[in-house]
């Protein structure tokens, strides 16, 4: 058993994913959203997903299976994150989603084949130090899936994001604040696919501090995008008139304004 | 976001009118709704649109005020993402 800084770490980023997936679902109930609900999922799943690493650290014995369950929640969350794309950025319009889920089936399919042959070969407490063929190859496996996906998800959700901004840039009616969010959405995607590359590197020291990291930057990014405190959005929106000069006009001006020719 | 901003905006390029008394009277439609124009969310936006809107331009003498609240509904589904930004 070893608890050190990063089990510490990963355990903070598991309970802090619980309390913010609970707050973004209030938001998506206020604001009647699936995409916000959809969101707050993303999160339960980092916090799972933290924990599997935990897991590890407390009990190295159990690599094989907890990288199986690992990489299987890091698929399912790169579905979520397609499915916030579609009820994001395609509500009424055409949308590829059919596709990339079939696209989805198949790399969960054979990612749960290649972790069930190789626990079945190496046994399931297999250590992560054991250099095991069957183990080996069904992480090699398991990272080409996921790198596949995480582009799909991440390119589909970045090119939406972009296309979605560059029609409300010039907007002076769109506060600067959402402009930003935009853009910390892209940057959250390449975050994403960088981490999802570094995956092919051989375990090391340096390969988890990399992912720990991360990790880390992307979970802090997404929360500030979902649950901006205010001292953030007023500082994107100091150059913002927040002000409706609608609201200082009374009724009867609105009517007349109105019925002028 | 300013709904009254935004959508008043959209509706001043539709029917040629000032763009504050645009957004004065999306903002009274939603009022009359019972809804706050601050913290109104898609769902009951759509509402307003094809209800208390369609009355207001229509008491104003607005033509085919059946056509552009149904145009007004079409940019509120086009900005959907909008309003997930927003939440």
């Avoid at chain 1, 206020?30 to 590890?56: D, H, M, P, Q, R």
Wanted: overall charge neutral; hydrophobic content about 50%; glycine content about 6%.
């Amino acid at each position: 058993m070893s608890v050190g800084p990063a089990t510490l770490l990963k355990l903070g980023i598991s309970i802090l994913a619980v309390i913010v997936t609970i707050l973004v679902f209030i938001r998506g109930k206020k604001a009647e959203l699936k995409a916000i609900y959809i969101i707050g999922i993303c999160f339960l799943i980092i916090g799972l997903n933290a924990l599997t690493a935990v897991s590890v650290d407390i009990d190295p014995s159990l690599f094989t299976s907890s990288k199986t369950l690992y990489n299987l929640l890091g698929l399912i969350s790169l579905i979520f994150y397609g499915l916030f794309v579609h009820y994001a950025f395609y509500v009424g319009r055409k949308s590829p989603i059919k596709i990339i889920f079939l696209i989805f089936m198949i790399g969960l399919v054979l990612m749960i084949i290649f972790s069930i042959s190789a626990i079945v070969i190496t046994g399931s407490f297999a250590p992560q130090n054991q250099d095991l063929s069957a183990s080996h190859i069904n992480h090699t496996f398991s990272v080409v899936i996921m790198l596949v996906t995480n582009l799909i998800t991440n390119g589909w959700r970045f090119k939406a994001s972009l296309s979605s901004y560059n029609e409300i840039k010039q907007n002076i009616n769109v506060e600067d604040w959402i402009k930003l969010k935009y853009k910390l959405i892209m940057l959250g995607c390449i975050l994403l696919v960088c981490l999802g590359t570094i995956q092919f590197l051989d375990y090391s020291a340096f390969k988890l501090l990399t992912t720990m990291l991360l990790v880390f930057i992307a979970f802090v990014l997404e929360t500030l995008i979902w649950l901006p405190p205010s001292w953030l959005k007023n500082w994107a929106n100091r150059n913002y008139d927040v002000k409706d000069e609608s609201a200082d006009m009374s009724e009867e001006d609105i009517l007349a304004q109105m019925e002028e020719d | 976001m300013n709904v009254s901003k935004f959508f008043g905006h959209i509706l001043s390029e539709k029917i040629c009118k000032k763009e504050l008394a645009c957004a004065g009277i999306v903002r009274l439609a939603i009022k009359d709704g019972g809804k706050n124009p601050e913290t109104i969310n898609i769902n009951d936006l759509q509402k307003i649109f094809s209800t208390t809107l369609k009355t207001r331009l229509e008491n104003v003498g607005i033509d085919n005020a059946n056509d552009v609240a149904k145009f007004m509904l079409s940019e509120l589904t086009k900005n959907h993402a909008l309003f997930v930004m927003s939440a």
